[in-house]
């Protein structure tokens, strides 16, 4: 067992410069890397999340209710229209036993490790995340997109993580964040916690986030051991952020809103990431399907 210290601020060229942030040293129960599965654990994997099957890194199965094309490669997606919001997509991947890289929280955390704290604040656990809660009622305008993640447990044969929590956060349309960027300090949405069930998995209802300059399209979270860790801002178990999908990023950044992404988008790689980019964000980039009408959905396996 081993204690790190939460990864330093990330760098950005439009909110993180000049920037310093006296972050704890938070104990974590990451476990040693593993990097291939026997054949019971493969089994456990694959029915530990619904619709996947295990298969080569980077591959997948999955079932979801929107139309489109913007699974990343490697991916089987079974479709069916829908008109209503985006839908669930459940993912299972070979590498299960990798954890998820470590990365950092961003300037923006809302956790109190960087002035506010959202973890605090009486309806923060809560599936939408869409709309700010408490004081203010307004809402981020976007493309619907809904996102799963799947929770594994490294140490016992990627079992799921049931009764964990995860807090996510992200920027806005416009690259923006909640309780933090210029006219949003009052508001707090786009963040929100879920409880893992039974399966390890956690959704969440939000919107398509935009891509600001120096990053690639992105979602922030923290896993937590349980509930009441995540909403005192208690042992972390992992920081890491899903990458969204070229994609799925070129269909929504064409679309109405979405104007300052589709300008900054085209500037930034997976590789040249700063975050991402050490492996092309290939345990962290997302498996996507879906389309502008029928919204999209996201889905990840986070082993821990």
Known sequence: MTTPIRPPQEPHPDHDRGLEFDLSTLLSRRRSLGMFLGAGAAAALAACTPGGSTGSAGSATATSTPTGSAGSAGTTATSTPSASASPTLTRAIAECGVEIPEETAGPFPGDGSNGPNALSASGVVRQDITASFGTSTSTAEGVPLTVTLTL?????????????????????????????????????????????????????????????????????????????????????????????????????????????????????????????????????????????????????????
């Open 152 to 304: 594994l447990d490294n140490a016992n044969g990627c079992t799921p993580l049931a009764g964990a929590a995860v807090y996510a956060w992200h920027c806005d349309r416009e690259g923006r964040y909640s309780m933090y960027d210029s006219g949003l300090r009052n508001e707090n949405y786009l963040r929100g916690v879920q409880e893992a069930d039974a399966n390890g998995q956690v959704t969440f209802k939000t919107i398509y986030p935009g891509a600001y300059s120096g990053r690639w399209p992105h979602i922030h979270f923290e896993v937590f051991e349980s509930m009441s860790n995540a909403t005192t801002a208690g042992q972390v178990l992992a920081v890491s952020q899903i990458a969204l999908t070229d994609a799925a990023c070129r269909e929504v950044y064409a679309s109405a809103g979405y104007e300052s992404s589709a300008r900054n988008f085209p500037r930034t790689t997976l590789k040249s990431d700063n975050v991402f980019g050490d492996d092309g964000g290939i345990y962290q980039l997302a498996t996507m399907a879906g389309s502008l009408s029928a919204g999209y959905a996201a889905a990840l396996n986070v082993t821990v």
